[in-house]
């Protein structure tokens, strides 16, 4: 017993330093063969209690990359070859808001938590808020490139044709239409494809949509494909001009338009008929241009190809009528349909007409010039009066005329009153050569 207390007692004091010593060898050994090390982590930033701003009518946007936060861990090398940023959580609670653009991110590790230490340094995430805007908008559809030859574009429909555009109401603001534009490159039948929305401001740029939310990402687009003709346009007119007035013509511009439509339709059109309760003749007392929109009068099923060519220009000129009395030549008038039994002639030298006309046609129109017939048909034997047909220029009439004319049979002689007449002439012809005769012979003597 007194050996084993010995054995404890003798020098103490070296037995002492000696423990101490390897205590302190023990941990000089652990240290450097598992020794203290920091790392950086980086990890996604949580959120919590997002409602709070949705419900105040706001919204937040977090710049790019700035929904991570960086950190400093320190642990055992053993520890730490054992983490990753998985291992952490960092959150970022609303309700923590400062100043309306940062909130306090915490930090916590999810495994090793007594063995890990985390740097104390505060971090944050840093937001932009602003006031939240909702709108809706119509989809409108277009297209892109040229159909095939012969064929254009008909009906574009969208569907989804609504789209409600939230976010920033400073861009939000921005937009002005929204369109579904489908590609209809050389295309002779119609087409449907799925095509994204392009929101457009008012000088039709496209606004940045990376911060709002759309409720349609990818809209349906149909486009119709329609056959093509040119087709003329004609005009009717109504009412009468006032009796000084002549009407010298009526046209229009464009004379023709392309239209388009399903074949079965397209292939019945010739014309575009302007009808005649548009231009009513009496309600015109100068020369007028008017326009009028073609589009009222397509036949269903027909549309233009070209919206501008929708006003049509109707132009009437007008011109002045005036009205003269013309001596016609009974020699430049024939006699038709006399039956051959009989002959005729005029009783009259000249026959006069009233003609009316525009003022440059009347006065280039000479007596002379003018030419016609009477119609014989059925008379027999005796005077007779007939009416005279003249042939006149366009935009020259003439009023109702007659003349005598004398029908005999072919062969027999004048009547004998016509004989006298002309005995008497011969008779006054004779007297009026004599006293001639003698007035000269006076003269000679």
Same mark, same amino acid.
């Given at each position: ?177 929204? +369109?579904? $534009?489908?590609? =209809?490159?050389?295309? @002779?039948?119609? *087409? #449907?494809? !799925? ?104 036949? +269903?099923? $027909?549309?233009? =190809?070209?919206?501008? @060519?929708?006003? *049509? #220009?109707? !132009? ?117 050569? #004599? ?11």
């Amino acid at each position: 017993m007194n050996r084993l207390k010995s054995a404890f007692t003798h020098n103490i004091g070296l037995k002492i330093g000696a423990f101490f010593g390897a205590v302190l060898l023990w941990i000089i050994v652990v240290n450097v063969d598992d020794p203290s090390q920091s790392k950086t982590f980086t990890t996604n930033v949580q959120l919590v209690n997002e409602q709070i701003l949705v419900e105040q009518g706001k919204y937040y946007n977090i710049p790019e990359n700035g929904n991570t936060v960086s950190f400093r861990v320190s642990a055992k090398r053993s520890i730490m070859e054992r983490l990753s940023s998985s291992d952490f959580t960092a959150t970022a609670d609303f309700n923590n808001l400062e100043n309306d653009s940062r909130i306090p991110v915490e930090i916590a590790a999810n495994r090793y938590t007594s063995l890990v230490g985390i740097s104390t340094n505060q971090k944050y995430i840093y937001l932009e808020i602003g006031e939240e805007k909702e709108q809706k908008f119509v989809i409108s559809g277009e297209y892109s490139g040229n159909p095939a030859e012969g064929f254009a574009v008909g009906d574009i429909t969208v569907k989804p044709n609504v789209i409600t555009i939230a976010g920033p109401a400073n861009i939000v603001s921005q937009v002005d239409h929204v +369109e579904a $534009v489908c590609d =209809v490159s050389n295309m @002779d039948t119609d *087409i #449907t494809e !799925s095509v994204v929305p392009s929101l457009l401001n008012s000088s039709g740029d496209v606004v940045d949509s990376t911060k709002l939310k759309l409720s349609e990402t990818t809209v349906e687009v149909s486009a119709k494909m329609l056959s093509i003709k040119k087709v003329g346009v004609d005009i009717e007119t109504a009412g009468d001009l006032p009796g000084d007035l002549a009407l010298e013509s009526v046209s229009v511009s464009p004379k023709s338009i392309r239209v388009m439509g399903e074949p079965e339709v397209i292939n019945g059109v010739t014309s575009i008929v302007i009808p005649a309760d548009v231009i009513d003749l009496s309600t015109v007392t100068v020369s007028v241009d008017t326009t009028v929109d073609i589009r009222t009068y397509l036949p +269903e099923g $027909v549309s233009l =190809v070209d919206s501008s @060519d929708a006003q *049509i #220009t109707v !132009s009437i000129s007008l011109v002045e009528t005036v009205e003269e009395t013309l001596n016609i030549p009974a020699a430049n008038l024939t006699i038709r349909n006399l039956d051959p039994a009989y002959v005729a002639e005029f009783n009259n030298t000249t026959i006069p007409v009233k003609v009316s006309g525009n003022r440059s046609d009347i006065e280039e129109l000479s007596a002379g010039d003018v030419a016609g017939y009477v119609d014989a048909s059925g008379l027999s034997e005796g005077s007779h009066t007939v009416s005279v047909n003249l042939d006149l220029d366009e935009g020259v009439t003439a009023s109702t005329a007659t003349t005598q004319i004398e029908i005999r049979l072919r062969g027999a002689p004048p009547d004998a009153d016509e004989t006298d007449v002309d005995g008497e002439d011969d008779e006054t012809e004779n007297t009026e050569t #004599t006293e001639t005769d003698n007035i000269l012979q006076e003269d000679d003597t």
